[in-house]
């Protein structure tokens, strides 16, 4: 049984978006035509860091707790934890644009963004020879960077409403996946920081990579509108 923990944790985290996808307040089956693309195309990136990094042996997989299909050396189920974590999150996107109608002011947005970017960067600096650290805190705080300078995102209030949600099922998810364990991690390249099991990086991994499914998802919403 415990060969499909792994599957068993995405099922669950797959079936209430899913179930309410078709509910009539949110209708988000209707959005399905922009976020398969948004998650396709940012899944490229992550999975290709994912057979990197298990390359690399910065993580591994437990073998007790996957059903046993590797591709490319990842496990089957962490292939789809790459479509349906980002699923699951713009479910939660959409359903706070239709209870939450306020955004963030800008300038709360932009101290949040400047802020949180700084931090990122001094320590990606701080960790330099941990590669999962060093990596995730620089790409997360140079994307932060560009989404404000650069692409003058007019979402990123929106984002950070829907992270804020998003971490209470992350934590909850992340928590089995690295206690049971599922995913076994390289302590000497990354910081060692726990939030209960879970290493602080994964918290902003998570939110780097749901910030690129959000941009192209926003980006293809309003390109049709």
Known sequence: MTHYLYLLVLAFTLSYPLFKSFEDKIRFYKKWKFL?????????FFIGWDIWFTHMKIWHFNTDAVVGLFIFGLPLEEWLFFFITPFSCIFIHEVMLYFVKKDLPATVTKTITLTLAAICLVI????YEQIYSFIVFLLLGLSLLIHHFIIRSNYLGRFYITWAVCIVPFLLVDGIITGWPIVIYNNLENTNVRIYCIP????????????????????????RT
């Open 36 to 44: 398969f693309p948004a998650i396709l195309i940012t899944s490229v």
């Open 124 to 127: 990606a600096a701080i960790y």
């Open 200 to 223: 602080v990086e994964d918290l902003f991994y998570g939110m780097l990579q749901i910030l690129q499914v959000v941009g192209i998802y926003e980006y293809l919403k309003q390109k």
